[in-house]
């Protein structure tokens, strides 16, 4: 036996003829294509029926909004608690944003596929949007991941087709247009996965491009909007948050400027506590682009509230400026353990580990599931608690669902159905999503009417929250 063959065999790599050609079994990639995925997809019906994703009913063990609500706030900063329940409490949709972990624990119980992707875990409707790439072009997708895991692809389509009910309430639709836009979601993350399937792996991979999304979806009458969104964005970066929250300080550097409770100051030993964590994470981002972090100093260090999801974790801003005083800001945020984790196990799917580091985990989930992430991703550890980092105001710019017009809201749902494929296609075979869900609308129509339940069973666990807070039993500062 030759040094080669002996050393390919100690790899782990086997090969056998195969007619012509040869078929070599290597780790990390397919031992073989059998072109079956959508057929085994399709048999999974047999077992989960595509009409029964309509079901919904709220277990007997399920807890109140308010026990939830409470025990969610535990390992928060108290004081900012009220701002988080006066979020909360200005609409169903805003207590749909602030209430992942509740409905994932109601959807445990509920039918799955069994196939499994890397979850958003929070895809509600507001949490697609433009974002800028390395050269500062502008990218549209899922952008927020803090809950990101592997779990039931369904999971993430449900929480999009509520979300996008209570937005068409909020926003003064009639009901069926409302449960239309749902329907519309499922059924352009169903026609999404289809094209999908049909591609080449490496053409699927960078599929669906952002400038062709308007016409791909049939979302014309978003095209204004979006182009004004877009604008927006191309504006808000790290120079133009730096010019309105510094000044000067007497040593001649700049310092962020207070505006509690949003902006404030963070004691002497926090801010050195943050700037040092940042040593560890340039180890996480790419090696190439080490020398461009190097060219920049730390300035300062303030502590910022931040969304609805996340208000009361700890979030700091980072101003950093290089030789011409040029600006570059950064998120320190804290990474807490997903609150799917503890409702996969009872849905039937493997808990597994969080990458080692829940700011890993965020980091990781994010980059499988973007076609394009920020360059500057990465994670560090602050006074022994996990963080994410990225860089922030990143031309970053959204679209308000519960701000559109009503006859917006089906052309907003199919594009966001369509990047929530795109998503989960990184993780999880197209073929196999494909077969399950079908050419005809059956999976789209059950989808949508547990979207009308689920939004009713979100207003009235929000008047629970409006009566608690009237009560006195949860303190609320609203407006913030």
């Known amino acids: 036996m030759t040094q080669l063959t002996e050393a ?10 195969a007619g012509r050609g040869r078929r070599f079994a290597v780790d990390g990639f397919a031992p073989h294509h059998d072109g079956r995925a959508r057929e085994r997809g399709k048999a999974l019906r047999e077992r989960i029926p595509r009409e029964r994703h309509a079901e919904f009913a709220t277990a007997d063990d399920r807890p109140t909004a308010i026990a939830a609500i409470e025990a969610s706030n535990a390992g928060r900063i108290t004081e900012l608690v009220p701002i988080r329940l006066g979020r909360m409490a200005a609409t169903p949709f805003a207590f749909l944003r602030g209430s992942a972990g509740l409905m994932a624990a109601d959807l445990a119980p509920t039918p799955t596929s069994g196939i499994t992707a890397q979850l958003c875990g929070d895809a509600h409707a507001a949490n697609f949007g433009l974002y800028g790439d390395a050269r500062g072009q502008l990218v549209m997708d899922i952008n927020d991941f803090d809950e990101t895991v592997p779990g039931p692809w369904e999971w993430d389509l449900k929480r999009l087709a509520a979300s996008l009910v209570l937005a068409g309430r909020e926003v003064g639709a009639d009901e069926t247009t409302a449960r239309q836009a749902a329907f519309d979601a499922a059924g352009s993350y169903r026609r999404t996965m289809r094209a999908l399937a049909k591609l080449p792996v490496l053409d699927a991979w960078n599929a669906v491009a952002d400038d062709q999304l308007v016409s791909f979806a049939q979302a014309h009458d978003l095209a204004d909007a979006l182009q004004k969104v877009g604008a927006k964005a191309l504006g808000n970066t790290s120079a133009r948050f730096a010019a309105k929250s510094t000044v000067r300080a007497q040593d001649g550097g700049l310092r962020f400027t207070a505006a509690p409770p949003v902006l404030s100051e963070v004691p002497d030993a926090t801010a050195a506590a943050v700037a040092a964590a940042l040593g560890p994470y340039v180890g996480t981002v790419p090696a190439e682009l080490h020398p461009l972090l190097a060219r920049y100093r730390v300035q300062d260090v303030a502590f910022r509230v931040v969304g609805t999801g996340s208000v009361g974790t700890r979030s700091y801003v980072v101003l950093l400026t290089d030789h011409r005083e040029q600006p570059l800001v950064l998120q320190v945020k804290e990474a807490r353990p997903s609150v799917l984790l503890p409702h996969l196990a009872r849905a039937g799917y493997p808990v597994t580990a969080p990458e080692g580091h829940e ?19 990465g994670w560090t550890t ?5 963080y994410q980092v990225r860089q922030f105001r990143n031309r970053k710019g959204s679209v308000d669902p519960a ?3 009503p006859a917006q809201l089906d052309d ?18 197209p073929g196999l999503i494909t077969g399950y869900c079908g050419k005809n609308e059956e999976l789209d129509e059950a989808v949508a009417t547990f979207a009308v339940a689920y939004a009713d069973r979100t207003e009235a666990d929000h008047a629970d929250l409006v009566t608690a807070v009237r009560a006195g039993r949860l303190p609320a500062e609203h407006g913030v």
């Open 8 to 17: 390919v065999e100690e790899s782990g790599v086997r090969a056998e003829a």
């Open 359 to 377: 700011g890993r985990r965020v980091v990781l989930g994010q980059k499988r599931m973007q076609v394009v992430s920020d360059t500057l991703l």
């Open 382 to 386: 602050v006074d022994g608690l996990p």
């Open 403 to 405: 701000a559109l017009l």
């Open 412 to 429: 907003y749902a199919r594009i966001t159905g369509a990047l929530l494929a795109r998503a989960h296609a990184h993780t999880a075979d």
